[in-house]
């Protein structure tokens, strides 16, 4: 009699968690500060978030008028780049690294909304400016952790999340997807695209712009099993930024963390991770 063959299944990896070794119902939180780069009191706002222990990780715009002050104070944190398309504030303003043309609006900065990007932006250029902002943040020494797309312009059009995924795939990073809700608004099923790629995203997504450290700690409490990722956009209260938020165009406002409140960092009481 001929001894049988063992056997076993190999599974892929299809999240964050596998890739970590974790179990399905373990629950992991990643707490992103966004838009290191826009500003002075962003980059600020950011790193004391960061190096408070507050954040896991932050999110970069490459283009943003303060990011090589934001690349002279890196000191190895996992970073992201946060591509970016757009520059929806009325009078502080940002514009394409690779001058596209058709990624300008009159003003001669990115367009204020999607909607004016998507109506007017050669795929084309679109890639180029997307592969640049990703390849300058590696010269400028960052060892770059996930992707993401501000104000969802990659993720929302079927012909830009293209753009994104072929970027991601390119290069081996995990990226930004938000759940059900915008995968249902943006008619079609970016989540599982990306999945059949083999390109990883978090289980769970939740935007609080403005959320205090407090609220944050609840919310840390309160994780589905997986991966959950909270996004915050913090930063020092300045009269610069202050002036800068009262015209913003996607509700930005001006309740912004004072230095004081981001150096007080809450103790987690569940499992962090890093991309």
């Not at 190096?51 to 943003?64: D, K, N, Q, Y």
């Not at 997307?130 to 300058?136: G, V, W």
């Not at 407090?214 to 409490?221: G, K």
């Not at 997986?226 to 202050?242: H, K, M, N």
Request: net charge negative; aromatic share 6%; hydrophobic share 40%.
């Amino acid at each position: 009699m001929t001894p049988e063959e063992p056997t076993c299944t190999v599974h892929a990896v299809t999240s964050v968690g596998e890739r970590l070794g974790r179990d399905p119902g373990d629950r992991l939180l990643i707490l992103t500060a966004d838009l290191l780069g826009m500003c002075h009191a962003s980059n600020v706002g950011v790193y004391d978030c960061l190096r408070s222990g507050l954040a896991t990780g932050a999110g970069l715009m490459v283009p943003g008028p303060w990011a090589r002050d934001a690349a002279s104070h890196y000191r190895g944190e996992p970073v992201g780049v946060h591509l970016t398309l757009n520059a929806e504030l009325d009078c502080y303003r940002w514009r394409a690294i690779t001058q596209a043309p058709s990624l300008h609006d009159g003003d001669g900065g990115f367009p204020r909304t999607v909607d004016d990007l998507w109506n007017h932006a050669d795929l084309d250029e679109t890639r180029r400016e997307c592969r640049a902002q990703l390849e300058r943040a590696v010269l400028w020494g960052f060892d770059v952790s996930h992707l993401s797309t501000h104000l969802g312009a990659l993720q929302n059009r079927p012909e830009f999340f293209d753009v994104y995924l072929e970027l991601a795939l390119d290069f081996g990073l995990p990226i930004r997807l938000e759940g059900g809700t915008a995968e249902s608004s943006a008619g079609f099923p970016f989540r599982a695209l990306a999945a059949e790629k083999g390109v990883l995203t978090v289980d769970h997504h939740r935007m609080r712009r403005l959320a205090d450290p407090a609220a944050l700690e609840r919310e840390a409490m309160d994780l589905q099993p997986g991966i959950t990722e909270i996004v915050i956009e913090p930063a020092a209260d300045t009269p610069e930024l202050r002036r800068s938020a009262t015209s913003g165009a996607d509700g930005w406002t001006t309740g912004t963390w004072p230095a004081a409140t981001v150096n007080s960092a809450p103790t987690w009481t569940v499992d962090r991770s890093p991309w």
